[in-house]
């Protein structure tokens, strides 16, 4: 039969991985998970594809001419660009079959048709949890998630990492006071900072059309120094009347406070008054998270308390904090950064069983069947091909053990195991066998 | 602030669960995922959308007309319909990089745009497992591979199911042999047996111009009765010359074997002669799967032996054998037909530790930490509101214990553990609570 070949590829800005890697990042997906249902979050699975209609309900942005939207037959669909708005959807339709406050976690893929750069993908994972409450919702949960930022990167095996912490209030309440309006430019020159130094700053700041003094206030103001208490104490000292900068101090002590019950340590977790995130959509709380010794990685895990989770879908009153890793970009990173093994394994396998010939496959079926029963990963080599190539399917995948049936094993009711990293071999019972490799 | 209300609703054909459901779906999910990962499986997670042009490089069909397609850019695009094509597009791309016998599973998600009603989904997810070898596959790896059917579904808590089991080359071998053309016709009108009965089989085969000779040896081949060795040694005295006949029972033969040596008990599986699934793809070993008290239901796991995988894709040689199941149809129905169970818990939480009141916050959140730390899932209720109201949100959730935290426990270093299901409440310490839940 004589076709055309058609050339196997993906599409640009599709992340794939081999089997070592797709390993790893199971891995690394499998203990993000664990952590969130450790802490008693609920799963969903909401469908990657919504009505336009739906997913477009707050509409314009980038966002829009980001996302991937089509038609079938009549119908105008779009593919997800995050799993906050399916999550709203999802609280307003089922509003009165769940139980609040409504913790929930959602792994999943969403599409965003960005223009294709190194480290940037339109096809990602992302990994969020959130507390939603029905009308109000206390503001330790914030602590509480914060708490699970912590727990999260601890259990991937992270040591050095801070969680930047936030309160929008407390930014509002102090652009109020100097009557600033464009508190979205004001925020992006702030952001600044470190880039551009205090003069730049300055610069932009007297652009934005800003008087000397309030330049000047909010200066000293980004530049509050100190622990996190010093920082507290400091904001507090400003001794600014607004109501909403008093209830932002008072938010973030309690959330400082309830930090340590969580138990995260203090070298986890700073106060940054220059962190704002999304502006339109968080309140209170805001928090983004760095590896200490890879700051240009950026932040890794991210998000806040916001006010409103639903209002395009109800009149609920849905207040709500949550997170979000961005798994795949993570991923990336973290491999560019050489901060994945090299070594890991390219199969989950732990022993592969070789039959020396056909007459021996009935006993190391039996064998391998023995091996999972004791909760040990293997397989049954059956390509009829030289004990050296064999061996070579071991080598090849990283299987850290094999074990050989020929006649004599079959006997003598024992197994040769061999452990391919030192290249050792003994002839042991099956018992044995599961222990050295257990 | 007053807006428009959108309607929040997903599309038709697009199932989404509430948690109840979710976390009975997501341990099927897991099962399935632990079954094929015991068996040395590597895991795989190819994008959703794959460029048009690589997708339908079979082209023709029913598929191409469910497909989901649409261009952003320049490009033209599709939504997967399966997970084999993306495995063929794999393996044909990453040939290089690959062991063989290369061992995937892969569970994910698929769309066709099909007709929406009752059971039927335009998204689904599917569970695959194949072997892929370079050139050649061992037969002995199609007895595996339905080895992990019956693993499967015994690990998914069922007992009486029936793997059916035969070989195309079988059928192949005997449509030759009676110069039949129309294969296809032929067997689509033999699966109809048990629907229209020997009579109305007769008059089909009749129209589709077979001799009256031919009929009369189709019906007496399908009619093959017996025990699975009884049937095969029917099969073996037709004497049917042609080589494909007999590599087709040899090759059956060696599965029969092999199957019992996998430890599969002779009532899970059958050798039917008339399944022959997707005619232009199985060449070899084909089976489907039904729950024996639930014919209703049809196959719910089905595969085969294929002879080249990726031919639109390379020119390598892969032949391979699989099987696939289609979870969310089969959730559907065991749901429908009343085999999940109905108090199926609403969350992972097995305690809520409840704080009397805000004093007793720090303490409650140490004891859900402890709690985790022994491997229990738990979390605590911030909520300021009042007691019945906290332990209202337990049994609304099903959460089978709590722990109540007040000023008397704080101080006697104690907590009590109530039991949900009966009402009893015990001071007990926090390592007996452990044991308790445990």
């Given at each position: ?9 993906t ?24 952590t ?7 799963p ?21 001419k ?11 669909m779009?593919?997800?660009?995050d799993?906050?708005?399916p ?22 893929k ?7 750069q190194r480290?940037?993908?339109r096809e ?16 330790i ?11 999260t ?9 801070t ?12 652009f ?9 430019d ?5 952001d ?8 730049g700053?300055?610069?932009?700041l ?8 309030a ?23 400003l ?15 309690t ?5 340590k ?8 977790y ?22 200490d010794?890879?700051?240009?990685i950026?932040?890794v ?6 006010e ?11 207040p ?10 993570l991923?990336?990173q ?16 732990k022993?592969?069983?070789v039959?020396m ?28 091909v ?7 399917y071991?080598n090849?995948?990283?299987i ?6 020929g ?32």
């Amino acid at each position: 039969m004589s076709k055309d070949i058609v050339k196997p590829s993906t599409l640009p800005g599709f992340l794939e991985l081999l089997p070592q890697d797709q390993i790893l990042f199971n891995k690394i997906k499998d203990t993000i998970r664990n952590t969130y249902e450790k802490h008693g979050f609920i799963p969903i699975d909401t469908p990657l594809i919504e009505k336009s209609e739906v997913l477009l309900a707050k509409g314009g942005g980038e966002t829009e001419k980001q996302i991937y939207r089509f038609t079938k037959g009549d119908t105008d669909m779009s593919l997800r660009f995050d799993l906050t708005v399916p999550l709203a959807r999802f609280v307003a339709q089922h509003f009165s079959e769940l139980t609040f406050p409504y913790r929930r976690y959602h792994i999943g893929k969403v599409y965003r048709g960005e223009r294709s750069q190194r480290g940037r993908f339109r096809e990602f994972y992302q990994c969020d949890v959130d507390i939603i409450g029905n009308g109000k919702l206390s503001v330790i949960y914030d602590a509480e998630i914060l708490s699970i930022i912590y727990s999260t990167f601890k259990n991937l095996g992270f040591e050095d990492f801070t969680i930047r912490i936030n309160n929008r209030k407390i930014l509002n309440g102090f652009f109020g006071s100097l009557h600033i309006k464009n508190t979205v430019d004001v925020l992006r020159t702030i952001d600044k900072l470190e880039k551009i130094g205090e003069k730049g700053v300055t610069a932009e700041l007297t652009d934005l059309g800003l008087s000397k003094d309030a330049t000047c206030k909010i200066l000293s103001f980004i530049k509050i120094q100190g622990s996190v208490e010093e920082k507290l104490e400091a904001l507090k000292s400003l001794d600014l009347k607004t109501e909403i900068f008093q209830e932002g101090i008072k938010e973030l002590a309690t959330v400082i406070d309830y930090i340590k019950s969580f138990g995260v340590p203090e070298k986890n977790y700073i106060l940054d008054l220059t962190i704002a995130r999304g502006l339109d959509y968080y309140t209170g709380t805001v928090c983004e998270t760095f590896l200490d010794d890879y700051p240009e990685i950026g932040s890794v895990c991210s998000g806040g308390r916001y006010e409103n989770l639903a209002e395009y879908y109800t009149t609920q009153k849905l207040p709500g904090v949550g997170i979000s890793i961005g798994l795949t970009r993570l991923f990336y990173q973290l491999k560019e950064a050489g901060l994945l093994r090299n070594h890991a394994p390219c199969t989950l396998t732990k022993v592969l069983v070789v039959p020396m010939d056909d007459n021996c496959n009935e006993y190391s079926i039996k064998v391998a069947n023995a091996l999972r029963e004791s909760g040990i990963i293997s397989e049954v080599y059956f390509e009829d091909v030289k004990i050296g190539k064999k061996l070579n399917y071991a080598n090849k995948l990283n299987i850290p053990y094999t074990v050989l049936i020929g006649e004599e094993e079959i006997k003598s009711h024992v197994v040769s195991l061999k452990d391919m990293k030192t290249g050792s071999q003994e002839l042991v019972t099956l018992d044995n066998a599961i222990k050295t490799v257990k």
